[in-house]
């Protein structure tokens, strides 16, 4: 015993011989412009939340409602054309697999109103489940026998996804009788009134090329992963995409809920599959042609949030990798284009893509879970107060007036983003970096009906365990990274982060093992 005490002494010896001897010349100077860098980006942050708080208190102070910015009237029946004074609209439900959803969506696109002989519904069906592609074609064919005037669509692969399914759409010969095209995943279930309150604007103002709705979610109530997801998603629609609207008339297509001009479409150079994010590429193509773009926010689409972790995850990697992606492949095409103003140049590629979708990713993780834990450790290196508590709560306080009804969950939400943030910044560096992964495509599981009657619908699934698949590694290290500095800050330190430390590694913990997804709020 004695021999072993005096071996694990020594071993402890040496560990802090070569711990003092690296800490004082590599570790602080290192973790010095660590800290600087990531205060200039915090600050880039603050910044872009204040604009755009400002800019929405404007917009809702002088009341800009779509309908003072662009002319809108109702739109009336010729008595001598008849129906056909009506544009023609296509409605375009890309879908893949979708046996729990695709009767609602294909009944809510069915029962838009519109004149019945100028509207086709076209169902673009990329299932490879042959059971599911019999379903799916009943039910267009049901729709059919009613009078509703639908084509059902299959390919013989699934190149380029769903943008490779809509543009394989855009092909079809009575597609070019048609002026608009509104497009709604598989979940989303329009309001009938919908075409009624968006194709006025691009009827009556020649230079709209799309009119984005919101989307309302149905199962926001469902757990605690749903409702953080409500508080990061009610901020990008009360506020980034009202802003963008308001201001320079750009922002990113969220790929359904919309409807876009053809023409608009095809000048930008229509769908294209070169990213994950082929909605936001549209967007910034069409923006470049000189197109404007309306966001309403007063109409709401209903659709369903991811309820399970592992669909989450992977379509926050899509959500984050395809942007980053996406402004490696185009920041020198908008730097040189000659149609836009400077201005909306610098707003497209410093405040919508460098700050949201690069800088807001990185920061969060690197300096909140790796940079400043690791100065209690380096206690040499001081982060200042506005720096490390200021900053960080008036961006989480701006960010939480999206959601009003889940103020009492911000705890939860930081914690929650702050973990989340390490597969964001992973996806983010490889878009920027094109490695592999890039273009991974998963569609995000839908549960539909299941929801109402949770349990007892599906046989219970054959559970796997797989280290890498049900605990997730990079979590687990950094959950106990952040507990060995909450460790060494009550053994060592000043005991100034502790708590923070200790919870935030319990919320990667959690993270890790996927539970996240089954803890349900009271209210």
């Excluded at 059919?144 to 399914?165: F, L, M, Q």
């Excluded at 599981?445 to 009657?453: C, I, P, Q, T």
Aim: aromatic fraction near 14%.
């Amino acid at each position: 015993m004695e021999a072993f005490e005096g071996a694990r002494d020594d071993i402890s010896s040496q560990v802090g011989l070569i711990w003092s001897q690296v800490k004082e010349p590599v570790m602080v100077p290192l973790l010095r412009v660590a800290v600087f860098v990531c205060l200039g980006m915090s600050i880039m942050m603050l910044v872009e939340r204040v604009y755009m708080g400002f800019v929405i208190c404007l917009v809702k102070l002088f009341g800009r409602r779509p309908e003072k910015r662009y002319k809108w009237e109702s739109l009336k029946e010729d008595v001598e054309l008849g129906n056909s004074s009506y544009p023609m609209v296509l409605v375009q439900v890309p879908m893949y697999n979708e046996r729990e959803v695709y009767q609602l969506s294909i009944g809510a696109a069915c029962g838009l109103s519109w004149p019945s002989d100028r509207i086709i519904v076209q169902i673009l069906d990329d299932s490879t489940d042959p059971s599911i592609k019999e379903l799916v074609q009943m039910e267009c064919s049901r729709w059919a026998s009613k009078g509703v005037n639908i084509k059902y669509e299959v390919r013989d692969n699934r190149n380029g996804y769903k943008a490779g399914a809509l543009k394989e759409g855009m092909k079809r010969s009575y597609v070019k009788q048609c002026d608009y095209v509104a497009i709604f995943d598989a979940d989303f279930q329009p309001e009938p009134d919908f075409l009624w309150r968006t194709v006025p604007f691009l009827v009556n103002n020649p230079e709209l090329g799309l009119v984005q709705a919101r989307w309302k979610f149905v199962n926001a109530n469902e757990c605690l992963m749903t409702r953080m997801q409500e508080m990061s998603l009610d901020y990008h629609f009360t506020v980034e995409q009202e802003v963008g609207s308001s201001t320079y008339a750009f922002f990113g297509f969220n790929g359904t809920a919309g409807v876009w001009r053809i023409s608009a479409l095809n000048e930008a150079g229509g769908w294209k599959d070169r990213t994950t994010v082929e909605d936001m590429d549209l967007a910034v193509r069409a923006s470049l042609k000189g197109w404007k773009f309306l966001y309403l926010a007063n109409l709401k689409v209903k659709n369903e949030l991811p309820s399970t972790l592992k669909a989450y995850r992977y379509q926050q990697h899509r959500w984050s990798c395809g942007p980053a992606n996406l402004f490696r492949k185009m920041v020198m095409e908008i730097i040189r284009n000659k149609k836009v103003s400077l201005w909306k140049k610098i707003y497209v590629v410093y405040s919508f893509f460098f700050v949201r979708k690069v800088v807001a990713h990185l920061n969060t993780f690197v300096f909140y879970c790796i940079v400043l834990p690791a100065t209690v450790v380096v206690p040499e290196v001081a982060v200042p107060k506005w720096g490390a508590v200021y900053i960080p709560s008036i961006i989480t306080l701006l960010n939480a007036v999206g959601t009003p009804r889940s103020l009492h969950l911000l705890v939860f939400w930081i914690l929650f983003e702050n973990t989340m943030s390490l597969h964001r910044t992973k996806a983010t560096i490889i878009g920027l970096l094109e490695a592999s992964r890039v273009n991974e495509w998963i569609v995000t599981e839908k549960l539909g009906d299941a929801l109402k009657g949770k349990g007892g619908g599906k046989a219970a699934k054959k559970i796997r365990f797989r280290i890498g698949d049900r605990i997730h590694m990079l979590e687990l290290l950094v959950g106990f990274y952040l507990f060995f500095c909450g460790c060494y800050d009550v053994m060592f330190g000043k005991n100034r982060f502790y708590i923070f430390l200790y919870i935030q590694s319990i919320a990667f913990f959690i993270m890790a093992f996927g539970y996240v997804g089954t803890i349900v709020p009271n209210s």
